[in-house]
């Protein structure tokens, strides 16, 4: 966990199993009065070249990731409501 810190990680140790997980969006957290959510939606393979344009380009124009951030948005919408 040292080597891949996520925003939402966590451990749990018993003596006959272990479980460890590590994901880099953070669904739902509380900060005083605010709410945050940052959840990750969408596949885009990762490569040097690709600029960060590029790639806004390339989820703007890309029907199944734009429903996928759309469903994604919903969800999020429905578990704060």
Request: include cysteine.
């Amino acid at each position: 966990m040292k080597i891949n810190s996520s925003p939402e990680s966590f451990m749990i140790r018993d003596k006959d199993f272990s479980i460890v997980s590590c994901s880099p969006e953070t669904l739902i957290d509380k900060k005083g009065n605010n709410i945050i959510t940052k959840p990750i939606a969408g596949t885009l393979k990762k490569n040097k070249k690709i600029k960060k344009l590029n790639a806004l380009k390339f989820f703007r124009n890309n029907d199944k990731e734009t429903k996928e951030h759309n469903m994604i948005v919903d969800m999020e919408r429905s578990d704060l409501s």
